[in-house]
């Protein structure tokens, strides 16, 4: 393939390849730290930029604050007492299970602007801390998928489909500005 090309040619392919490839890779990388930042703030990023989230809250108000969503869905699904007596432990556990994730999450992007901000690039613990948070999002996912499947179990078919209707609203007023 390279027979007829000039000695130095070979050597330009390659740098253009891997300067081409490190561009790809750290666009990449962006794309997957803002898709972590997204996740580690809540969703939506609006809602919860401007209040606060979770995060800034103390544990009695993140309970008054779970309560009060909880109420206004169990009016949405027409929930029974029982049902309402097994979601909330089930919604309430996922979020204390999580909150800890959240937080690693957010002290992560912190170490990633530091290692990037650096001097020099140690690509040993972007790599490390690349892992870490794909271990995390992956400990997130299956806690979420738990608790989804725990609370769908509870659920009649009428109260799952009123839910997934009222994601979709939600999705397409909010998600769907972002372009999600």
């Not at 919860?48 to 969503?69: I, K, N, T, V």
């Not at 002290?107 to 490390?128: N, P």
């Amino acid at each position: 393939m390279f027979e007829n090309k000039e000695p130095n040619e070979q050597p330009s392919r390659r740098r253009r390849f891997f300067k081409r490839a490190a561009i790809g890779t750290v666009i990449a990388g962006l794309a997957a730290g803002i898709g972590l930042n997204a996740f580690a703030r809540g969703g939506d990023y609006a809602r919860w930029h401007r209040g606060g989230g979770f995060m800034s809250m103390d544990p009695a108000q993140m309970e008054q604050r779970l309560d009060r969503m909880l109420k206004h869905l169990y009016i949405e699904i027409d929930a029974t007492q029982e049902q309402q007596a097994r979601l909330e432990p089930i919604v309430k556990q996922a979020v204390g299970d999580l909150m800890p994730l959240r937080q690693s999450m957010r002290e992560a992007r912190k170490r990633a602007v530091e290692l990037l901000a650096g001097e020099s690039v140690d690509r040993t613990a972007i790599e490390a801390l690349r892992a870490e948070q794909m271990q995390l999002a992956d400990r997130a996912s299956k806690r979420i998928t738990q608790a989804l499947a725990d609370a769908a179990e509870v659920l009649t078919p009428e109260q799952k489909k009123a839910i997934a209707e009222r994601v979709q609203r939600r999705h397409a007023r909010f998600g769907g500005a972002r372009g999600g």
